[in-house]
């Protein structure tokens, strides 16, 4: 298939994305996994798919793809590619719904939507045994993909992300984020996320962060967030949309044969 793709990051975090507007592109679960591929693809965190928008608020209907070719409700640092991608300040159709972005000073501002709070909202196993959990002392919230945030070292993410990322509690899997907490406005990340592992940057684990530090009045509503290549700015507005501003990077635009 001939295919044309824009390689682009946020933070490290990095993307294939795909214009199916125009023409339209289905892609099975096995040619997001080879497409994702670092070897034998052009290699990626996340697959991002641009569709036909289906609501008249909306530019664009944009889906997200992990390199095990499982969908993700959510994906903050390909929201910010994708505004900047199309620029004028687009209004992304998601299934997490509508999020608007900004554009200012080189920077992209997307309103992530209103999380679902607590254990409750995420997809939890009915019956489990969560003895286990308290040991890590995580919170948990969805920004439309699950997040679970434990406030321990960012180090831990490389030995405890992939079995808690498939802890039996977490029937649909989730994004594992280990936070440190620098003080009332700086939280320093790292995320193991579902579907992908270990990743440079993640733009929906950052906002999951600051919503479960501000509940545990760990930090103030707007904080930086350091991840390994640079910054995200959240604020959990009093009206309860989460925005995440950073910037959006275009590396190189190729044609898949
Ligand atoms: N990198 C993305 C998160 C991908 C989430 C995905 N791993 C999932 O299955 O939810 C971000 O910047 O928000």
């Known amino acids: 298939m001939s295919l044309v793709f824009t390689k682009m990051h946020g933070l490290g975090n990095d993307f294939v994305v795909i214009d199916g507007r125009t023409?339209?592109?289905?892609?099975?679960?096995?040619?997001?996994?080879?497409?994702c591929d670092r070897h034998l693809g052009i290699g990626?965190?996340?697959?991002?798919?641009l569709t036909p928008p289906t609501d008249p608020e909306a530019d664009v209907f944009v889906r997200f793809y992990n390199p095990d070719g499982s969908e993700a409700g959510a994906c903050g640092n390909a929201s910010r590619c994708v505004s900047s991608l199309l620029g004028n300040e687009p209004v992304l159709q998601t299934q997490n719904g509508l999020l608007p972005t900004w554009q200012e000073n080189g920077l992209i501002t997307v309103s992530m939507g209103v999380p679902k709070l607590d254990w409750q909202e995420i997809p939890l196993a009915?019956?489990?045994?969560?003895?286990?959990?308290?040991?890590?002392?995580?919170?948990?919230?969805?920004m439309g993909n699950p997040h679970?945030?434990?406030?321990?070292?960012?180090?831990?993410?490389?030995t405890l992300g992939d079995a808690l990322e498939h802890d039996a509690l977490f029937p649909e899997r989730a994004n594992i984020g280990f936070?440190?907490?620098?003080?009332?406005?700086?939280?320093?990340?790292?995320?193991?996320?579902?579907?992908?592992?270990?990743?440079?940057?993640?733009?929906?684990?950052?906002?999951?962060?600051?919503?479960?530090?501000?509940?545990?009045?760990?930090?103030?509503?707007?904080?930086?967030?350091?991840m390994e290549k640079g910054d995200l700015t959240i604020t959990w507005n009093e009206d309860g949309a989460v925005l995440m501003t950073g910037p959006a990077t275009t590396v190189f635009t190729g044609t898949l044969v």
């Not at 023409?23 to 497409?35: G, H, S």
């Open 44 to 49: 990626c965190d996340q697959l991002v798919l």
């Open 179 to 226: 936070a440190e907490i620098r003080s009332r406005t700086h939280i320093r990340l790292r995320v193991w996320e579902r579907g992908a592992g270990l990743t440079l940057a993640c733009g929906s684990g950052a906002c999951a962060a600051v919503v479960n530090a501000v509940r545990r009045d760990l930090v103030e509503r707007t904080c930086v967030v350091t």
């Open 126 to 142: 009915q019956a489990c045994d969560t003895r286990h959990l308290p040991l890590y002392d995580a919170a948990a919230c969805s």
């Open 148 to 158: 679970a945030t434990l406030f321990r070292s960012i180090e831990d993410a490389a």
């Open 23 to 35: 023409t339209p592109v289905t892609l099975t679960e096995a040619e997001i996994r080879a497409l």
